[in-house]
């Protein structure tokens, strides 16, 4: 090994997470169970600044029956989610789900008048198996999550902590360089679990946290890991459409979900002429998969002006059954039950490529959450399996990490140097605005080879700048830019290498490109 920091100059454990949100917080509470010293470092300052928090609709189960779930996932993916990882998921699920959620946390998921389980459906489920609370699960979830793992007296939370750098050597991880301190503090690990979220941050709209930067995909692909499906960025059909969003200009428009749980329940979208369309795009109407849906909705919004979504149509009654949404739609601005609606992107199906326990290809480095590609999700995701992927595989990694049974070893930490006067105060902001710009032009619902290609130029020459001043200045943003410059690149990259259209990878063949794909496939 090389020359270790001194003593003082240091932290360690034996089991270190990166991430607050469900996978993180299952993550460090598995290995906690092992009796694992663990240390979990996140940007967060509060719940909402995880995707977790932002999770409306639910968390799915099999319900009794893992093959009809199985073959829901594997239709909504377009038939490229991987068989074998469905399976662990559906075997893990429910006891996941339980264990932890009900029986440890408490969760009180909503019920039905006669005190049942009040499963509903959502778009692509064969069957109503999805548990929630109201239509804010996320917040349900992951609040208890982060008060019971923050009192835990083998778990070391460490808020408003970014991982700068993986700690590295000969090909095992053995940490992360935090920036606990302004030349950076190595904290070293037994075992590295990386639950650092999606992508958000690298589109103008996006259902993500303005945190969600591809930290952990940027930093595993920097160290070597082999990352998989990148290409496969998912757009939810309906994400409210009015007010502002991350830069605050006129024409950008805020990202609110309105959850798939509403056309499950039966609300309609409608066109800027009035009309029902989903019918003519999938047999499945408003049910349809998500890729399907979001490029309906982008048709329809571009031939029509607008679309919405009519809640006239529920079952059920709109303020009552999904009162946050209500009152939220309504402090928007939009009254009346047509709300409108656009397009925004939502999750990443790809990722640092993992196994069933969420190994990555590094030694001692694990991915889970959004930021890892276990093949549950393959071209595109089913709703309401983002938070139990989460759950099992942070289970999973958790455990495994703690009885891998792997030494502590001190690797030597880069110097980061901070020499240079700080940039202007919206130098990063403004980069930012260039890749996301680039991103929604070139690699948004759907693509054209030669856009694909003019935004791998745009991203490498940001990339190039944004490396240029972190070799002199150590910041927090400046990290984020380059993680988020790293990441969208490999979406540039995965796209350009893949010519065809599946799932969420949309390839424009003709100027008036379609929405629809075979219902059988």
Known sequence: MTETPAPSAYDTADVLVVGSGIAGCAAALAAAREDAEVRLLTKATRPADSSTDWAQGGISTTRGNPESLKTDILEASDGTADPDAIDVLLEDADDAVFDVLVDTLGIAFDETDDGELDYTREAAHSDRRILHVDAATGTHILRPFLTFVGDHDRIDVHQD?????LLTHEGRVHGVLSDEEPGGRPIYAATTILATGGIGACYTRSTNPDGATGDGIAMAA????????????????????GGEARGGGAAEQDSFLLSEALRGEGALLKN??????????????????????????????????EVVLDVSTLEGDFEADFPTIAETVRERGSDGDEIPVAPCQHFLCGGIDVDSRGRSTLDRLYAVGECARTGVHGANRLASTSLLEGLVWGLRAGKDAATRGADLELAEAPALRNSDPALPPRFAAE??????RTMDDYLGLERDPDDIARASAVLRRLKGEVDAYIRTRTA?????????????LLIARAASENPDSIGCHYIKSEPESVAERPADD
């Open 222 to 241: 920097l160290a070597g890991a082999d990352v998989a499906d990148m290409e496969y960025v998912q757009f939810h059909p309906t994400a409210y459409a």
């Open 272 to 305: 800027g002429d009035g009309d029902r369309f989903m019918d003519d795009y999938h047999p499945n109407g408003e049910l349809a998969p998500r890729d399907v849906v979001a490029r309906a909705v982008g048709t329809e919004r571009e031939a029509t002006g």
């Open 431 to 436: 980069k930012f605005t260039r890749l996301q």
């Open 161 to 165: 902590t970014a991982a700068l750098e």
């Open 476 to 488: 927090r943003d400046l990290y984020e830019l380059r993680n988020a410059s790293v990441t969208a």
